[in-house]
């Protein structure tokens, strides 16, 4: 512990409750993050790069070039998404277990 933790009145009570959330049972969520964060911007990345790569000798103007770019990088990251998020709440049966949006 730090000389700010020696001061306080609670340093026994704080350490408990750290060790507490550091043995903490539960899904690992790293890979829930990469998959939701990473993915979609690296396929994003890869389809702009891949819509340069056939068109670039088809299409001479550059401002209609990132166009068609971004379009096809927003496409393919926006289909990844829905295809995560489609399938990411199906268990093994292929029974949907997303947890229903509240209306209020």
Known sequence: MDEHCNSCGQK?????????????????????????????????IAAALLTQNLLKNKIENASLMVLIQLATGLAAAGLVVFIIRRFSCQNDSGQTECPEKEKH
């Open 12 to 44: 026994d009570r704080c350490q408990e409750v750290y060790e507490k959330l550091g043995h903490r049972e539960g899904p690992n969520v790293a890979f829930k993050a990469v998959l939701a964060f990473v993915v979609p911007v690296a396929i994003f």
